[in-house]
């Protein structure tokens, strides 16, 4: 049960024409937005959103900006629903964590691959099970939700600015997306932002990158202020949680 048969990877896409699937498959969104076009509707998604096809369910995925994605075939799928479904990942991503992980392990050579894949296939179903049975949020909720994640490498991005164009009072829109999220806007924006800093810092492929470098990937101009804001987080500066990551790697 909840076999991976594949995983695989869409880089900047614009169209894939109609087809089906015997499988289920699962479409993480991890850049972009488009529609999913079904024979009887059309189901739009953005960055952070996980559509869920049933199998044999003819679709088409097209974009007018571009998609990136993250695609998984599982057979035999215990899911408890036989329509095509969309959800949303929450703050921590652990859904989009889990398509990574995954897909790293599919096209590696390890041997006990199998073993994990499996372990996986179970994971990502009881993701779908327990999201799709979550609260969903507050339109207004989602939509700073997804702004921000749609804008929180441009150093450019002004939250603020965005806040101002829904007709909300902002002490308002604070406190409710606190209530739903956990914590403000603002915090929201700045934990992605150090989230993604933190992989940067401990991945082999950004090592020769300096802190401004990484600073200005994750939506910092000011490498100064980059670092006081990670060190308050971590407790220590990028330089030195990289230097004892490297250590201990």
């Keep these: 049960m909840n076999t991976i048969g594949y995983v695989g990877r869409n880089m900047m896409t614009f169209t894939c024409k109609q087809h089906f699937h015997d499988e289920w498959e699962l479409v993480y969104c991890t850049g972009g937005q488009g529609r999913f076009e079904f024979q009887d509707h059309v189901m739009k998604y953005s960055v952070g959103d996980l559509v869920i096809i049933p199998p044999h369910i003819l679709h088409a995925n097209n974009s007018d900006e571009g998609f990136?994605?993250?695609?998984?075939?599982?057979?035999?799928?215990?899911?408890?629903?036989?329509?095509?479904?969309?959800?949303?990942?929450?703050?921590?991503?652990?859904?989009?964590?889990?398509?990574?992980?995954?897909?790293?392990?599919?096209?590696?050579?390890?041997?006990?691959?199998?073993?994990?894949?499996?372990?996986?296939?179970?994971?990502?179903?009881?993701?779908?099970?327990?999201?799709?049975?979550?609260?969903?949020?507050?339109?207004?909720?989602?939509?700073?939700?997804?702004?921000?994640?749609?804008?929180?490498?441009?150093?450019?991005?002004?939250?603020?600015?965005?806040?101002?164009?829904?007709?909300?009072?902002?002490?308002?829109?604070?406190?409710?997306?606190?209530?739903?999220?956990?914590?403000?806007?603002?915090n929201y924006l700045t934990n992605l932002r150090i989230q993604m800093a933190e992989k940067l810092l401990c991945s082999s492929e950004t090592v020769e990158q300096n802190i401004s470098e990484i600073a200005y990937i994750c939506g910092y101009s000011d490498s100064l202020y980059f670092s006081r804001v990670f060190k308050k987080n971590f407790g220590c500066s990028p330089k030195h949680y990289a230097a004892q990551r490297c250590k201990s790697s």
Excluded: W
Aim: charged fraction near 25%.
């Design 68 to 186: 990136t994605n993250i695609h998984i075939n599982i057979t035999d799928a215990t899911f408890p629903f036989k329509e095509p479904m969309l959800i949303s990942d929450d703050s921590e991503q652990h859904i989009l964590n889990t398509f990574k992980d995954t897909f790293y392990f599919f096209n590696s050579e390890i041997d006990s691959r199998q073993l994990i894949l499996a372990a996986f296939g179970n994971l990502i179903v009881n993701y779908v099970i327990a999201f799709r049975n979550s609260k969903p949020l507050r339109d207004v909720v989602d939509a700073i939700k997804r702004d921000i994640m749609q804008n929180f490498t441009d150093c450019d991005y002004e939250l603020d600015k965005f806040l101002k164009t829904i007709p909300f009072s902002y002490d308002y829109l604070r406190k409710l997306f606190k209530s739903e999220m956990g914590m403000t806007p603002h």
